[in-house]
């Protein structure tokens, strides 16, 4: 590995035989870094945490250090972070670990977190996002695969925002957004992300049924238990199923 002499690293640490380590780092814990990474500067690492190969963490990063909970006190472990692979952290951007023993605030592979993005303790975040500019998690958000967000979105905690959804720059959400839909404004579902759902290869007929699916729930002007009863009524397409079991299993109920 290739180790800054400005670096300090104490605790049970495992690197990689090709990590690099830049100058002023500080890792401290119980801590493995995988193939690849590199911590270009000034980054800080708590353990416990756990990173797979292909990281890349730039000059402020903080990762694994204690949630911003005033019941938890600063030393206790916890079940710590886990992060996947391929995953750029930018200027400033921080993860704190969990609250919880049984488990850790993680991170999946290939996200892209944009300087002082923040995933508060417990999140749960999925495959291929990218989150802008001061985008925020709060607590034990669950975020989906191939999201994304603009700069300064903010997103409530015990929130769930579902795969290939979208958040507008300074949008808020306070409740669960749908898989692909797309946030305009504080709490608002304006649209469908069906320009996301090209790109990322779906057939014509997952893109129709999203936006069948869009049109009852957010567009009907029917009692809420009549919408989903109607898209309950698409039951068998994957899209569909995958919509229901968002909606059923939701506990602080889904935006429209």
Not at 111 to 121: E, P, R, S
Request: hydrophobic share 40%.
């Amino acid at each position: 590995p290739k180790i800054h002499p400005t670096a300090i690293l104490d605790g049970d640490i495992t690197i990689a035989d090709d990590v690099e380590i830049g100058p002023y780092c500080i890792l401290r814990g119980r801590i493995t870094l995988g193939s690849g990474t590199v911590l270009v500067q000034t980054v800080h690492l708590q353990g416990p945490l756990t990173m797979g190969a292909g990281n890349v963490c730039y000059p402020g990063a903080a990762i694994g250090f204690a949630p911003q909970d005033k019941g938890f006190h600063h030393a206790k472990d916890g079940a710590g972070t886990v992060i996947g692979d391929g995953n750029t952290f930018r200027e400033h951007s921080t993860v704190h670990r969990a609250t919880r023993d049984d488990r850790p605030t993680r991170i999946g592979d290939r996200n892209l977190w944009m300087a002082n993005a923040h995933a508060g303790h417990d999140v749960q975040v999925g495959h291929d996002c990218v989150f802008a500019n001061d985008t925020l998690f709060g607590g034990h958000a669950e975020i989906g695969d191939r999201v994304v967000t603009g700069g300064g979105a903010g997103v409530h905690q015990f929130a769930r925002i579902g795969r290939g959804a979208m958040i507008s720059g300074l949008a808020g959400v306070a409740k669960d957004v749908c898989p692909f839909f797309t946030v305009s404004n504080t709490n608002y579902v304006g649209s469908y992300n069906r320009i996301g759902m090209r790109r990322g290869g779906f057939a014509p007929g997952d893109i129709e049924m999203v936006r069948e699916i869009y049109g009852l729930l957010v567009r009907s002007r029917l009692p809420f238990s009549d919408r989903v009863r109607r898209i309950e009524a698409l039951a068998g397409h994957p899209i569909a199923d995958e919509f229901i079991a968002f909606i059923r299993s939701s506990k602080r109920g889904v935006m429209t």
